[in-house]
């Protein structure tokens, strides 16, 4: 069964501090990884990891996929209030021939909570 | 924007009554999931199309969930009967099927089962 992990479950810090957010998975098939912010409502996109090594950034987040260590970190500098929400990380796992994409196994996510 | 379009936002019910939640998808796109969220369980696929057939359902419990999309503008998420362990939100997505990224969730259906 595939199985995702994140770390911490929440968080609470400051503004201006940085935080760190770790994804661990064990999937079959594995493809891409992808992480989504929720704030009240639905999931949005943020980043997809598809090669080891490689960071990804967005203005103060940023990310990198170890595919040798089954793992995903995502970055946050300098937080704000708005940053507040639950980040998700989410494997692609297709099925054996490949063609399901979008077919994603999510964890329980990690609430951040940024203090003024 | 374009957007995925759930309804209803809100449903309370009383246990053994039918549920339906109703998903327009972004026009054009051909994938179309179904998730539940809860706090125990996060996020779990529960159903997914492409060109409106049924890819995998294997998240869905059968006997009381049924997923449907009866033309491309349109997904339906039914339960009979209704248990108060379905409480749940319930999400649809939709995309352009042919990647893992571009994939946009609707607002959720807020399900309380009573």
């Known amino acids: 069964e595939d199985k995702v992990v994140q770390s911490p479950l929440s968080l609470v810090v400051h503004e201006g501090d940085t935080v760190t957010l770790n994804c661990s998975y064990e999937v079959t098939n594995f493809r891409s990884l992808l992480w989504y912010k929720q704030e009240k409502k639905a999931p949005t996109f943020l980043f997809m990891l598809?090669?080891?090594?490689i960071e990804k950034k967005s203005g103060r987040l940023s990310s990198i996929l170890d595919k040798k260590e089954l793992s995903s970190i995502l970055n946050i500098t300098a937080t704000q209030t708005g940053d507040s929400a639950i980040y998700l990380c989410a494997p692609s796992s297709p099925n054996a021939g490949g063609t399901s994409y979008g077919k994603l196994t999510f964890g329980q996510g990690t609430i951040l909570t940024v203090h003024p | 924007d374009a957007r995925v379009t759930q309804t209803p936002r809100h449903k309370v019910t009383e246990m053994g009554q039918e549920v339906t939640m109703r998903c327009q998808p972004i026009?054009?796109?051909?994938?179309v999931f179904w998730y539940r969220q809860t706090m125990m369980q996060g996020l779990e696929l529960l159903a997914y199309f492409r060109n409106r057939a049924p890819l995998d359902d294997s998240g869905m419990p059968k006997d009381r969930f049924s997923a449907e999309m009866p033309d491309a503008t349109l997904a339906t998420l039914k339960i009979q009967p209704s248990e108060p362990r379905d409480s749940a939100v319930y999400f649809c997505?939709?995309?352009?099927?042919?990647?893992?990224?571009?994939?946009?969730f609707g607002s959720g259906t807020r399900l309380t089962v009573v």
């Open positions: 026009l054009g796109h051909n994938t």
């Open positions: 598809t090669s080891s090594g």
């Open positions: 997505a939709s995309g352009p099927g042919a990647r893992d990224y571009g994939y946009t």
